[in-house]
């Protein structure tokens, strides 16, 4: 080696070392910021608010940004707030730029974002800032996983598998309840499959990548579950598509990007997440068999509610025959009952258990229990979420409510003001306080659906709940509209 290529290998190590020191310094944000940069997140036009022939039309709303911080890890309590919303878009736009997505169609704007979506520079940064995010995102996790009681044991971890499907089956879900409940049935069914699909084809994908590699001698069956979850879900492609378009939906992948909820984004990224780390495959297994009981327990719920909001039944959830053999256990359609599920965790924890003991048992459990806890906040979330929606106009009234009480006791509170022009898009988002939107003049459409927008104009008010998602389009020449924030004391008592 020459002098000068020992200087340039030593510069290229002293860059290395800068990049990982930035990983995990104050320049990590730095890091996000880049990777948002690109063309293809760049915020909504109001043509845009849906992109059914362009998956890699991606809206991140980059601009927020510059006082957001992703160089810390976020709080239990602060999940669904902006900075979670955005960061699950874009550590999904990270893994997905790593799988192949071809528009139904030839399209100039396809072929231009996807070159962003695809290239070499996106996918480098998206290598800087995958670990920042991935910190801030799914940190608070692990310090509030509970223990094994009594100990790891193989026992003590069917004990807790067999409450939890039990629990699920008696009570698969808050957000089904919610849904029963709402007047514009098929518009909630709507928005709710709209959170199906952003993260059921991203968890069979993410169990396709984790069959990836050469491991049978060591754990001989796992790769051959994995792999059957994935043909099962292939096999069920026509089934799928038939579901979405009974809510006039279309199956391409980012279509309705802007109004995937942040849970729902996060439990899809959670399986991307590990499938990607081999290290913690135990985590991964334990994370599957969370999605193959919840597969089980809300199968009959998801066929009520579309049957009962979109006037059909749908064969995705039809029940299908076991496919348990004495070496694999029914997975996942077919997982029969407790039995199964026996059979299923014994066949992936034995030879997990012989390889690292302990330490597998307690990683497995890991995995089960961070996604049996991020399945538990999409469903408070999405049950939240369908109620706001259906209730619409109570949130006008509560909103000219508020305004009153604030004038007549004189309060003034925090509020921002914005003066936008014709066409100008607000790309769907959330406040981290509850905000009111209150027109001065002009004329805009409020959207949290696919299905209609709202129509505010001169005077008119609405109530926006903290991690209420939301966007808008300005049709006027200009509109001037106020947000004032409104304590959470005040909000209760409204």
């Given at each position: 080696m020459t002098s000068d290529q020992a200087t340039?290998?030593?510069?290229?190590?002293?860059?290395?070392?800068?990049?990982?020191?930035?990983?995990?310094?104050?320049?990590?944000?730095?890091?996000?910021?880049?990777?948002?940069?690109?063309?293809?997140?760049?915020?909504?036009?109001?043509?845009?608010?849906?992109?059914?022939?362009?998956?890699?039309?991606?809206?991140?709303?980059?601009a927020d940004l510059a006082w957001l911080n992703y160089g810390t890890a976020l709080g239990p309590d602060d999940t669904l707030g902006l900075s979670g919303l955005l960061g699950h878009r874009m550590l999904r736009n990270i893994y997905d730029a790593d799988l192949l997505y071809l528009p139904p169609n030839r399209n100039a704007a396809a072929d231009r974002d996807g070159a962003d979506f695809y290239g070499a520079a996106n996918r480098l940064r998206a290598a800087l800032a995958q670990p920042v995010l991935e910190r801030h995102l799914f940190s608070f996790l692990a310090p509030q996983r509970p223990s094994l009681s009594g100990g790891p044991s193989v026992d003590g971890?069917?004990?807790?598998?067999?409450?939890?499907w039990e629990e699920r089956r008696d009570h698969p879900g808050d957000a089904f309840a919610v849904l029963r409940g709402t007047r514009d049935r098929r518009e909630a069914t709507t928005f709710a499959l709209l959170q199906l699909s952003a993260f059921l084809?991203?968890?069979?994908?993410?169990?396709?990548?984790?069959?990836?590699?050469?491991?049978?001698?060591?754990?001989?069956?796992?790769?051959?579950?994995?792999?059957?979850?994935y043909r099962r879900w292939v096999a069920d492609s026509s089934a799928w598509t038939a579901l979405l378009a009974a809510a006039e939906l279309t199956p391409t992948v980012g279509a309705y990007w802007q109004l995937y909820l942040n849970t729902s984004l996060a439990r899809g990224n959670h399986l991307h997440l590990l499938s990607r780390s081999p290290y913690r495959h135990a985590e991964l297994l334990g994370a599957f068999v969370h999605q193959c009981i919840d597969d089980a327990v809300v199968a009959t719920a998801w066929a009520d509610a579309i049957e009962d909001g979109l006037g059909e039944r749908p064969a995705l959830f039809t029940a299908r025959p076991s496919a348990a053999t004495p070496a694999t256990p029914a997975t996942p359609d077919g997982l029969d009952g407790l039995d199964g599920l026996d059979g299923l965790v014994d066949t992936l924890?034995?030879?997990?258990?012989?390889?690292?003991?302990?330490?597998?048992?307690?990683?497995?459990?890991?995995?089960?229990?961070?996604?049996?806890?991020?399945?538990?906040?999409?469903?408070?979330?999405?049950?939240?979420?369908?109620?706001?929606?259906?209730?619409?106009?109570?949130?006008?009234?509560?909103?000219?409510?508020?305004?009153?009480?604030?004038t007549t006791e004189g309060i003034e509170v925090d509020l921002d003001?914005?003066?936008?022009?014709?066409?100008?898009?607000?790309?769907?988002?959330?406040?981290?306080?509850?905000?009111?939107?209150?027109?001065?003049?002009?004329?805009?459409?409020?959207?949290?659906?696919?299905?209609?927008?709202?129509?505010l104009s001169d005077g008119d008010k609405i109530l926006i709940p903290k991690s209420r998602l939301h966007g808008s389009t300005v049709l006027s020449g200009s509109c001037t509209y106020h947000q004032p924030i409104i304590p959470d004391d005040m909000y209760l008592t409204f």
């Open positions: 340039t290998l030593a510069g290229f190590d002293e860059l290395a070392r800068r990049v990982e020191a930035a990983q995990d310094g104050p320049d990590a944000h730095a890091l996000v910021r880049a990777f948002a940069a690109n063309p293809a997140f760049r915020p909504a036009e109001w043509e845009e608010l849906t992109t059914e022939d362009d998956p890699y039309r991606r809206p991140v709303r980059p971890v069917l004990g807790e598998l067999r409450g939890y084809p991203a968890a069979r994908t993410a169990t396709a990548r984790a069959s990836l590699g050469e491991y049978d001698p060591a754990h001989a069956v796992a790769r051959e579950l994995l792999v059957e979850d924890l034995t030879p997990l258990l012989a390889l690292s003991g302990d330490a597998a048992l307690i990683a497995f459990h890991a995995g089960f229990t961070d996604a049996a806890e991020l399945a538990r906040r999409w469903d408070r979330d999405l049950a939240d979420q369908l109620a706001w929606a259906d209730a619409i106009e109570e949130y006008k009234a509560k909103a000219r409510a508020i305004d009153a009480y604030l003001t914005f003066v936008e022009s014709c066409d100008e898009t607000s790309t769907t988002h959330v406040h981290d306080e509850h905000r009111l939107v209150m027109i001065e003049s002009g004329d805009m459409h409020f959207w949290n659906n696919v299905t209609h927008k709202i129509a």
